[in-house]
Nanobody, 126 residues
């Protein structure tokens, strides 16, 4: 069973930066789509950024221009560089992976992903 482990979370002030990492427990050639989601207390899990089946980055409107998703060795390590952080970015951030090319209309749907990490907390203070 593939396991994903996130790291890099922490507490920063508004305007600060963080880089999150997600490492897979083993290389799995079936992994095609990888993504970052986040969930704030009392809110639903929402998609933040995805690398789709074609290797293209896709961003949620709420973070576009402030975050960059990248990967090293498809399916092995996933990164999320976050700049100009805002208090509303405070949430637990999760790495997710799917062993197929998630369709465009489901890229930010949590149910499209099979594998999940335990999450890493990001707290942004004003």
């Amino acid at each position: 069973q593939l396991q994903l482990v996130e790291s890099g979370g922490g507490s920063v002030q508004s305007g600060g930066s963080l880089t999150l990492s997600c490492s897979a427990s083993k290389y799995d050639s079936r992994i095609v789509t990888m993504a970052w989601f986040r969930q704030a207390p009392g809110k639903e899990r929402e998609g933040v950024a995805v690398i789709d089946g074609g290797g293209r980055p896709v961003y949620a409107e709420s973070v576009k221009g402030r975050v960059t998703i990248s990967q090293k060795n498809t399916g092995a390590t996933l990164y999320l560089q976050m700049n100009s952080l805002r208090p509303e970015d405070t949430a637990k951030y999760y790495c997710a992976a799917a062993a197929y090319a998630v369709s465009w209309d489901r890229l930010f749907a949590y149910f499209a992903y099979t594998y999940w990490g335990q999450g890493t907390q990001v707290t942004v203070s004003s």
